[in-house]
Antibody, heavy 119, light 113 residues
Framework: EVHLVESGGGLVQPGGSLRLSCGAS????????MEWVRQPPGKGLEWVGR??????????EYAASVKGRFTISRDDSNNSLYLQMNSLKTEDTAVYYC??????????WGQGTLVTVSS | DIVMTQSPDSLAVSLGERATINCKSS????????????LVWYQQKPGQPPKLLIY???TRESGVPDRFSGSGSGTDFTLTISSLQAEDVAVYYC?????????FGGGTKVEIK
């Protein structure tokens, strides 16, 4: 069974930084693109970004709203996905989900971790 | 960016009745290499992550009840719940995976009348 567990969320001041982690199990992590998707409290879903697998050179892509501030990385040896978030803004407040991409469809989601950006 | 527009925003249906949710994309999401539409539907219950229901616009994910069906092509898509059950109360989202940025519809809240 696919299992994704996010960690690292919490309260941070505007302008601050935070690093989210996602541990994966139950599948061959290195074979899959991985995504981050976020959801502000009471609102809809927003794609944050993607990291491809090794065969596709670990290419990353980002939403315009986070490009230049957020960085996605992965450690295939430890089945882990990361989201480094810098220069955080109040509008980055959201639950952040780690998601597996299976041939395009986002088929497995973690439970999410809440990031609150507030002074 | 491809804009995904869902309608209605909310829907109240009696138990056992049909629920229909619409999703329109601002451009075609038909993937020419396999002639399939890069469109998924998710169900999200309170306090839970989204759950994949339908992919390629009409293929049901494993384990999803057959009362859920997806249809449409090009820019217009529909999710149908043929006979609403109490456990189907949730918010439903469409999303295109034709190109990045991946984009979601605004969601449709389904309730019991």
């Amino acid at each position: 069974e696919v299992h994704l567990v996010e960690s690292g969320g919490g309260l941070v001041q505007p302008g601050g930084s935070l690093r989210l982690s996602c541990g994966a199990s139950g599948f061959t992590f290195s074979d899959h693109y991985m995504e981050w998707v976020r959801q502000p409290p009471g609102k809809g879903l927003e794609w944050v970004g993607r990291i491809r697998h090794k065969a596709h050179s670990y290419i990353t892509e980002y939403a315009a709203s986070v490009k230049g501030r957020f960085t996605i990385s992965r450690d295939d040896s430890n089945n882990s996905l990361y989201l480094q978030m810098n220069s955080l803004k109040t509008e980055d407040t959201a639950v952040y989900y780690c998601v597996r991409n299976d041939y395009g469809r986002l088929d497995s989601w973690g439970q999410g971790t809440l990031v609150t950006v507030s002074s | 960016d491809i804009v995904m527009t869902q309608s209605p925003d909310s829907l109240a249906v009696s138990l056992g009745e049909r629920a229909t949710i619409n999703c329109k994309s601002s451009q075609s999401v038909l993937y020419s290499s396999n002639n399939k539409n890069s469109l998924v539907w998710y169900q999200q219950k309170p306090g839970q992550p989204p759950k994949l229901l339908i992919y390629w616009a009409s293929t049901r994910e494993s384990g999803v009840p057959d009362r859920f069906s997806g249809s449409g092509s090009g820019t217009d898509f529909t999710l149908t719940i043929s006979s609403l059950q109490a456990e189907d109360v949730a918010v439903y989202y469409c999303q295109q995976y034709y190109t990045t940025p991946l984009t979601f519809g605004g969601g449709t809240k389904v309730e019991i009348k």
